[in-house]
């Protein structure tokens, strides 16, 4: 086992505990893309499949572990709203002290959809898994400047 097989075992070991650590923050989740999670599981399982039948060395089977794990992260990793920030995704953790402003609708009773406001930029549009009022209540608990609620009007109800 060379040191680059160490190096990919780690990094898939940390993947994992981020991956917890990321189901553990959010708490308003947002609805998922099940081709981006079907497209990742099968390229995992296809990466999977490669380290235990293709690799005939260490340095193959770690690298191929890798990047199994890589797409199965991408497949799990959850955005929406946390007690610290909004994760938007993989890469992206945005405090709510940044926020300018949100606009919430409802879509049905079940989902909202939040668009996130960063001075006069719109950077994130999340459809959360909450209704209106689960996701105006988690927001009015931090620190977001403005939150407006567009009305339901009767072709909603």
Known sequence: MNLMSIVYLTLSALLIVALGFDWRMVKIR???NWW??????LLAAIAAYSAKVLTTDAAG???SVFIAVF??????????LSSHGIVGS???LKPYNLV???????????QTRAIFHFGAVQTQKLVLNADLTTA??????TEVRSIQVE???????
Do not use: M
């Open 30 to 32: 947002t609805k998922l």
């Open 36 to 41: 981006r999670v079907g497209i990742c599981l």
């Open 61 to 63: 089977t770690s690298s």
């Open 71 to 80: 797409f199965f992260i991408f497949a799990l990793w959850r955005s929406g």
């Open 90 to 92: 993989i890469r992206s």
């Open 100 to 110: 300018s402003q949100v606009e919430l609708a409802a879509i049905n009773d079940q």
């Open 136 to 141: 105006e209540n988690f927001l009015r608990q």
């Open 151 to 157: 009305p339901k009007t009767e072709a909603d109800k």
